[in-house]
């Protein structure tokens, strides 16, 4: 095995110098997707836990409830009745990214889900 030139010595530390940041910003970005995707699950499990508890025939402040307790915090929901089905739309707000990531918009995220009234619920 060759030794490197005394001219090479220092090339690759430049070249991890150069890389560091990237992967750092890759790494954050990637983060702040993942954080997204799980607010999104929680947007949809709230939407759904309140559009099936109105189905049942639950009282609206009741389904309200069960929606706030799974929804992440500064959600707001919104509630579409009609004779045999109930639409349940909530809207969230997700946390803007800081620091390298901080050129990004703030993101809301919805959830919308629809159930069929049971019989006999008016």
Not at 4 to 29: C, N, W, Y
Not at 47 to 70: F, I
Not at 72 to 97: K, L, Y
């Amino acid at each position: 095995m060759r030794r490197p030139a005394r001219s090479e010595r220092g090339i690759v530390t430049a070249e991890t110098a150069m890389a560091l940041p990237v992967l750092l910003a890759l790494t954050l970005a990637l983060v702040w997707l993942l954080s997204l995707g799980l607010t999104q699950v929680l947007v949809l499990d709230a939407s759904r836990e309140a559009a099936r508890s109105l189905a049942r025939g639950d009282p609206v402040a009741s389904a309200l409830a069960a929606g706030r307790r799974v929804a992440p915090a500064g959600s707001d929901f919104a509630i579409h009745q009609e004779d045999t089905w109930v639409e349940v739309e909530v809207t969230a707000p997700a946390g803007r990214p800081s620091g390298l990531l901080g050129f990004l918009p703030s993101v809301r995220l919805i959830g919308r889900s629809v159930a069929q009234v049971e019989e006999g619920v008016q």
